[in-house]
Nanobody
Framework: EVQLVESGGGLVQAGGSLRLSCAASGFTDDAYAIGWFRQAPGKEREGVSCIVGSDGSTYYIDSVRGRFTISSDSAKNTVYLQMNSLKPEDTAVYYC????????????????WGQGTQVTVSS
Protein backbone atom coordinates (compact mmCIF):
# COMPACT_ATOMS: atom_id res chain seq x y z
CA GLU A 1 0.00 0.00 0.00
CA VAL A 2 1.44 3.36 -1.06
CA GLN A 3 1.23 6.05 1.60
CA LEU A 4 2.43 9.66 1.74
CA VAL A 5 2.19 11.60 5.01
CA GLU A 6 2.94 15.33 5.26
CA SER A 7 3.98 17.13 8.42
CA GLY A 8 5.61 20.38 9.53
CA GLY A 9 2.93 22.92 8.73
CA GLY A 10 2.00 25.70 11.11
CA LEU A 11 1.52 29.42 11.65
CA VAL A 12 4.41 31.82 11.00
CA GLN A 13 4.87 35.53 10.45
CA ALA A 14 5.81 36.93 7.07
CA GLY A 15 9.54 36.49 6.52
CA GLY A 16 9.68 33.36 8.65
CA SER A 17 10.54 29.77 7.75
CA LEU A 18 9.02 26.30 7.90
CA ARG A 19 10.24 22.88 6.80
CA LEU A 20 7.67 20.41 5.51
CA SER A 21 8.29 16.67 5.48
CA CYS A 22 6.77 13.98 3.30
CA ALA A 23 7.25 10.43 4.57
CA ALA A 24 6.74 7.82 1.87
CA SER A 25 6.09 4.11 2.20
CA GLY A 26 4.92 1.23 0.04
CA PHE A 27 7.01 2.10 -3.04
CA THR A 28 9.37 -0.22 -4.86
CA ASP A 29 11.09 1.39 -7.87
CA ASP A 30 8.00 2.81 -9.51
CA ALA A 31 8.07 6.38 -8.14
CA TYR A 32 9.78 8.71 -10.61
CA ALA A 33 9.25 12.05 -8.87
CA ILE A 34 7.89 13.51 -5.65
CA GLY A 35 6.15 16.86 -5.90
CA TRP A 36 4.84 19.49 -3.52
CA PHE A 37 1.54 21.20 -4.33
CA ARG A 38 -0.60 23.76 -2.57
CA GLN A 39 -4.21 24.83 -2.61
CA ALA A 40 -5.60 28.01 -1.08
CA PRO A 41 -9.34 28.46 -0.44
CA GLY A 42 -11.17 29.21 -3.66
CA LYS A 43 -8.10 28.62 -5.83
CA GLU A 44 -6.88 25.82 -8.07
CA ARG A 45 -4.30 23.33 -6.89
CA GLU A 46 -0.84 24.62 -7.83
CA GLY A 47 2.41 22.77 -8.37
CA VAL A 48 5.22 24.22 -6.23
CA SER A 49 8.26 21.97 -6.62
CA CYS A 50 9.33 18.44 -7.49
CA ILE A 51 12.40 16.25 -7.22
CA VAL A 52 13.35 13.38 -9.54
CA GLY A 53 14.35 10.15 -7.85
CA SER A 54 16.76 8.92 -10.53
CA ASP A 55 19.15 11.89 -10.58
CA GLY A 56 17.98 14.37 -7.93
CA SER A 57 16.96 17.06 -10.43
CA THR A 58 14.71 19.72 -8.94
CA TYR A 59 12.04 22.01 -10.37
CA TYR A 60 10.30 25.07 -8.92
CA ILE A 61 7.44 27.35 -9.81
CA ASP A 62 8.72 30.88 -10.45
CA SER A 63 7.02 32.43 -7.43
CA VAL A 64 8.98 30.28 -4.95
CA ARG A 65 12.34 29.91 -6.69
CA GLY A 66 15.10 31.22 -4.44
CA ARG A 67 12.92 30.97 -1.35
CA PHE A 68 11.97 27.27 -1.25
CA THR A 69 14.29 24.26 -1.49
CA ILE A 70 13.24 20.66 -2.09
CA SER A 71 15.48 17.81 -0.94
CA SER A 72 15.31 14.10 -0.16
CA ASP A 73 16.77 11.62 2.28
CA SER A 74 16.68 8.19 0.65
CA ALA A 75 17.63 6.39 3.85
CA LYS A 76 14.56 7.82 5.55
CA ASN A 77 12.27 7.66 2.49
CA THR A 78 11.47 11.31 3.15
CA VAL A 79 11.24 14.42 0.97
CA TYR A 80 11.49 17.89 2.49
CA LEU A 81 10.41 21.36 1.45
CA GLN A 82 12.36 24.10 3.19
CA MET A 83 10.38 27.33 2.94
CA ASN A 84 12.15 30.60 3.72
CA SER A 85 11.09 34.24 3.42
CA LEU A 86 7.47 33.19 3.61
CA LYS A 87 4.80 35.55 2.32
CA PRO A 88 1.07 35.73 3.14
CA GLU A 89 0.32 34.53 -0.39
CA ASP A 90 2.08 31.25 0.46
CA THR A 91 -0.79 30.42 2.81
CA ALA A 92 -2.39 27.15 1.67
CA VAL A 93 -2.77 23.47 2.38
CA TYR A 94 0.41 21.82 1.13
CA TYR A 95 0.33 18.31 -0.32
CA CYS A 96 3.05 15.93 -1.39
CA UNK A 97 2.42 13.54 -4.27
CA UNK A 98 4.21 10.81 -6.22
CA UNK A 99 4.44 10.44 -9.98
CA UNK A 100 5.52 7.46 -12.07
CA UNK A 101 5.73 9.60 -15.21
CA UNK A 102 7.98 12.46 -16.37
CA UNK A 103 8.97 15.34 -14.07
CA UNK A 104 6.08 17.75 -13.90
CA UNK A 105 4.36 20.41 -11.82
CA UNK A 106 0.99 19.45 -13.29
CA UNK A 107 -1.21 17.84 -10.60
CA UNK A 108 -2.80 15.62 -13.26
CA UNK A 109 0.50 13.75 -13.65
CA UNK A 110 0.52 12.56 -10.03
CA UNK A 111 -1.21 9.37 -8.98
CA UNK A 112 -0.57 9.20 -5.21
CA TRP A 113 -1.32 11.96 -2.72
CA GLY A 114 -0.91 12.71 0.95
CA GLN A 115 -3.61 14.28 3.10
CA GLY A 116 -2.04 17.74 3.35
CA THR A 117 -0.63 20.04 6.00
CA GLN A 118 -1.77 23.62 6.64
CA VAL A 119 0.67 26.50 6.23
CA THR A 120 -0.51 29.92 7.38
CA VAL A 121 1.62 33.06 6.98
CA SER A 122 0.42 36.17 8.80
CA SER A 123 1.02 39.67 7.43
Amino acid sequence: EVQLVESGGGLVQAGGSLRLSCAASGFTDDAYAIGWFRQAPGKEREGVSCIVGSDGSTYYIDSVRGRFTISSDSAKNTVYLQMNSLKPEDTAVYYCAASTHLPSLDPKEYAYWGQGTQVTVSS
